[in-house]
């Protein structure tokens, strides 16, 4: 079926975008592990983006239509896994959320994302009324629930989390009463209170007190987030250089090739480039945006608004805690920190969007 | 611009019918979705803009901070050598340990201290007084660091374990074994709080190792080198990446003596076993060559950071080992005082070379008996007999007919009484006895019956070892002094103090000490074949008969006091000696004798070897003396070898 799609069809802008990119991440990961023990990250992070370019371009050519109409199988699936995984899953790094077999390991929920998109595009949808009622709240919210405290259980609160600015975005521009802004105005906050006081482990309340006093632990998460704001404020406006920068380079900044990235980026980069890089997301997103409201049909367009409210989460939470406006939750900075599942699964999601693109073109 | 969805995906699609322009119902919120977006990054890029635009500085620093590292480079002290440029104190590499407090988190104190067997309690007092203090200032916790330590440190002094552990290379003392010249050469230690205060002190910071004692006290700032400073870059772990830049230390600069080291371990060995002090001198200089006090301490132990238990140990011992006795024992000189009571006597007229005594054994003075050593008696006594033989009977005469304060005039100017002005601290000064100096100290007037003791070095006269040495070299020169001096400088000799005497007067005194050693007197076990010895005996009593025999105090042995200078015609070398509890002065004369011929054996030597000594020196005033009489053979005189003194 695919004689009336053409490689041309596909949205070049946003695949430039999404390399150049990928592109500073591979440079800052080789310059942030030279010396270490992932000193091969860097070529490794360069495989994964060309296996995402593949997975892509695979995606692009089946019909998002299909996708969504296998969404509730692919949640039930989702959701069986993320089961599984809790039983059979690899510990790495103090959460058992890894699958795989031998040295590969995927982190399923990084892929859970997109069967969330799905799941979200496909009720909204299939909704009757022009605005979201109060039992579609219940039951998406209760279907986005389940793999999200799967997860939480793993436990890994910050992927948990991201699942949330989908449906937040899907409740948006479905449409929703005012009155029950309100609910949720009060419901939210009460929900906070009982997950402080009865969910949160330890750590991660440890993690939200360093947050809000970053002194107070200045070896724990405290002690991150000073050294990435050193590390950012070191960069002054010009950077100090590829593989210059010190927090980077002597190992103060933790993790600079995984969640902290973007602060040796701004170490070694300085204001300037932080602005381009900004830039370069910025305009991922306004290209994905773009998509949304080109696209043929509602469907299309909740699913590249999805990809976009995830991006900009991601976006919002991972850069913002690099200078510490915002909590250390180990969520990776898309398409820049290492790691094969986060690469992956965004390449997964801009295939999506570039299916619901190279949909137009079908006439 | 709408068009019907192709038939064939119908069946996978919602019942509602979709539209291509059915997305346009959205266009608000996606825009609204587009502002969030812009809010977003804009949040960002302001969070970057405080940090790397509005206030860099503070996260440069910061980074700085966390990289840079000063460690010190510990200047090692110079070494000590004796006259001939033998090394007689070393230094020898070790490690000490430092805290950082710019990375010091008081909850690692206590596993520190565990880590390295130190008092928990004691380290965290020691981290609280400094709190006070600036940040870069490190303490320095342990000096001396074993292997085991040092490994210890190097595995936890990374950045998660214990940040602020510092490793520090430094130069350690390495003193000679078995205390020699200890009290000479002092030792080191660690500035204590009190110290700091000093102002000897003042330029040093807290962990600076500075000589608390002898002549690492007294030269300490020459000694003392300049710490140098080297700035590395570390990471995470504390490991060094490299250097940014380095001030090299300064060593401290070598300190040559005048110390002879052959003599002073003959001194050494003489004084073995026994308690009290040798002190060779050239009296045509002042230069010091050897000089002991007994009992010593190992200076070692002292390196660093003495234990209590050493330290508790040597200041509770009763022999105090910590005295110097060579310039701190205030002792009754005996009658090795008697050479500045004939003096006083020749100088003011009060005898002559006729005056005569006759000693029955004991003499009344002032309603008083007073005995001499030779219970027999000496029979006719002149000034020469009486040096010789040490006649008591003839001084106590001599004394009060010369009056207290000619004998106290004579005797300061000789140097008792007063600080020879020695290159160590805590020099002490003696006592010289007069009627002013009653007066001032009793608020009394001085008795005539006091005179009579001091006539034969008894009574409140005290002198210290080196001070004997001193004033009989200068009289033995004719009455030319040069300070005794440590330090091989030649400005150091300096001028020479003349005493206001006739050398015709100090010619006769020196003949009476030729013959104390070559005739029939009291010295002749310091002869020695070939050379002119001149000496005199001391035997000092410590308690007074009286107390004794009231029963207030324990008999105690007397002290043995001998002094000695050779050649008598132009004397090279000085020695006085101190055998507390040694009992007769001629006790103590080998031991001078020893030194004596250790020196000329070796000048013997170098002469052959054609060694040419290069010694700033000067000839008595009187020139060279003739050689004394034939002496008679020792054996002719048993009654002096009988009961000496």
Known sequence: MAHYRSIRDLDWPLLVITLLICAMGVLQIYSATRGTKYDDAWWKQALWVLAGLLIMWIVAQIDYHTLLGQAYVLYFLSVASLVLVLFIGTTRFGGRRWIGYGSFHFQLSEFVKTVIILLVARYMTELKTDRVEGRDLLKLGGLVAVPMLLVVKQPDLGTALTYLPILAVGILLAGLRWQYLVVLGVILPLAVFVGWRYGLKDYQKTRLVTFLDPGQDPQGSGYQVIQSRIAVGAGRLWGRGVTKGTQTQYGFLPVPHTDFIFSAFAEEHGFVGVVVMLGLYFLLLMQIVQNAQMAPDRSGMYLCMGVCALLLFHILVNIGMVVGSMPVTGIPLPLMSYGGSNILSFFLMLGLVNSVRLWRFVS | ?645
């Open chain 2, 1 to 645: 611009m709408s068009f019907p969805l192709p038939e064939h995906r119908a069946e996978h699609l919602p019942s509602k019918p979709l539209l291509r322009d059915d997305t346009k119902f959205a266009s608000a919120k996606i825009a609204f979705f587009q502002y969030l977006a812009v809010g977003i990054f804009l949040f960002l890029i302001a969070g970057f803009w405080t940090l790397q635009v509005r206030d860099p500085e503070i996260y440069t620093e910061a980074a700085d901070r966390n990289r840079i590292k000063f460690v010190p480079l510990l200047a090692p002290r110079g070494k000590i050598l004796d006259r001939d440029g033998r090394v007689i104190v070393d230094n020898r590499s070790s490690y000490s340990l430092m805290l950082a407090r710019e990375h010091l988190r008081p909850e690692h104190v206590r596993p520190i201290a565990l880590g390295l067997g130190l008092d928990a309690d004691q380290l965290e007092a020691r981290v609280k007084r400094f709190q006070s203090r600036p940040k870069y200032e490190n303490i320095f916790i342990k000096n001396e660091l074993t292997r085991g330590e040092v490994s210890f440190v190097e595995a936890h002094r990374d950045l998660d374990t214990f940040p602020e552990l510092e490793l520090i290379r430094a130069q350690r003392r390495l003193y000679p074994q078995n205390g020699l010249a200890a009290h000479v050469i002092g030792y080191v230690g660690e500035i204590s709080e009190s110290e700091l205060n000093l102002p000897e002190f003042i330029k040093y910071d807290q962990g600076a190792v500075i000589g608390k004692a002898g002549l690492e006290r007294e030269y300490n700032d020459q000694l003392m080198g300049v710490d140098g400073q080297i700035q590395v870059v570390v990471d995470n772990h504390g490991t060094v990446r490299n250097s940014l830049g380095i001030k090299e230390a300064v060593p401290g600069k070598n300190l040559q003596l005048t110390l002879d080291l052959d003599l002073q371990v003959v001194a050494e060995l003489g004084m073995e076993d026994k308690t009290g002090a040798v002190v060779a001198l050239d009296p045509r200089n002042g230069e010091v060559l050897a000089m002991v006090s007994t009992p010593a301490y190992d200076p070692n132990k002292f390196a660093g950071r003495i234990r209590s238990a050493d330290w508790n140990e040597l200041r509770n011992n009763p022999d105090n080992p910590l005295l110097h006795r060579a310039i701190q024992a205030q002792l009754a000189p005996g009658s090795t005082f008697k050479p500045f009571v004939a003096l006083a006597g020749l100088e003011s007229g009060a005898i002559d070379e006729t005056f005569k005594v006759h000693c029955a054994g004991g003499a009344s003075f002032y309603g008083r008996y007073f005995k001499c050593h030779v219970k027999a008696g000496h029979g006719s006594v002149d000034l020469h007999k009486g040096i010789t033989q040490s006649c008591d009977v003839f001084f106590y005469n001599v004394a009060i007919r010369a009056g207290i304060d000619n004998i106290a005039k004579y005797a300061e100017m000789a140097g008792f009484g007063h600080k020879t002005g020695i290159d160590l601290p805590n020099e002490m000064q003696g006592v010289v006895p007069s009627s002013e100096w009653k007066m001032r100290n009793f608020r009394q007037k001085w008795w005539a019956g006091e005179t009579v003791s001091v006539g034969i070095g008894q009574g409140p006269v005290t002198v210290t070892p080196i001070q004997l040495a001193y004033a009989i070299g200068g009289l033995a020169m004719g009455g030319v002094w040069y300070q005794p001096h440590l330090v091989k400088d030649p400005a150091k000799a300096g001028k020479p103090r003349l005493g206001q005497i006739d050398p015709a007067n100090a010619q006769k005194i020196v003949y009476g000490m030729y013959g104390v050693v070559n005739e029939y007197g009291t010295g002749t076990r310091a002869r020695l074949p070939g050379i002119s010895v001149c000496g005199k005996t001391g035997s000092a009593q410590r308690v007074s008969n009286d107390a004794v025999k009231a029963g207030l105090v324990p008999k105690m042995k007397d002290n043995a006091w001998f002094v000695a200078f050779a050649p008598c015609e132009a004397p090279e070398i000085v020695v006085s000696v101190l055998w507390e509890g040694g009992e007769h002065g001629p006790n103590a004369a080998p031991i001078a004798r020893d030194v004596l011929k250790a020196y000329f054996d070796k000048k013997a030597r170098q002469t052959r070897e054609g060694f040419v000594a290069e010694v700033k020196r000067s000839e008595p005033r009187f020139g060279l003396l003739p050689p004394p009489a034939a002496a008679p053979p020792p054996d002719q005189s048993p009654a002096a070898e009988a009961d000496p003194d």
